[in-house]
Nanobody, 114 residues
Framework: VEFVESGGGLVQAGESLRLSCVVS????????LAWFRRGVGEERDMVAN???????YYIDSVKGRFTASRDNAKKTIYLQMNSLNPEATDLYFC?????????WGPGTQVTVTP
């Protein structure tokens, strides 16, 4: 299993980013996937998840601003992040959900300045 995240960057508050994650070693047609952030503790915090058929769930702080999507044929999931604020600054990862693989990818850094 492998996850390769990309799309992070340095933006100002109010701007947008689109994260991508290319997945290998997973049967996309049956696996729920999620976006996580590194957070403060040892465990990464789930931000949004998306089922194999496209149903999504978001934590309250990102509802209405973030949108998860996926393209199973391209083995890729996305996170559209709009109206970013400095609190979104973190390292973002994708992985299987609700039981993430131990093989985390490198993540992609999102930095939002005031």
């Amino acid at each position: 299993v492998e996850f390769v995240e990309s799309g992070g960057g340095l933006v100002q508050a109010g701007e947008s980013l689109r994260l991508s994650c290319v997945v290998s070693g997973i049967i996309m047609e049956i696996q729920t996937l999620a976006w996580f952030r590194r957070g403060v503790g040892e465990e990464r915090d789930m931000v949004a998840n998306i089922t194999a058929d496209g149903r999504t769930y978001y934590i309250d702080s990102v509802k209405g601003r973030f949108t998860a999507s996926r393209d199973n044929a391209k083995k890729t999931i996305y996170l559209q992040m709009n109206s970013l604020n400095p609190e979104a600054t973190d390292l973002y990862f994708c992985n299987a959900y609700p039981w993430p693989s131990a093989a985390w990818g490198p993540g992609t850094q999102v930095t939002v300045t005031p």
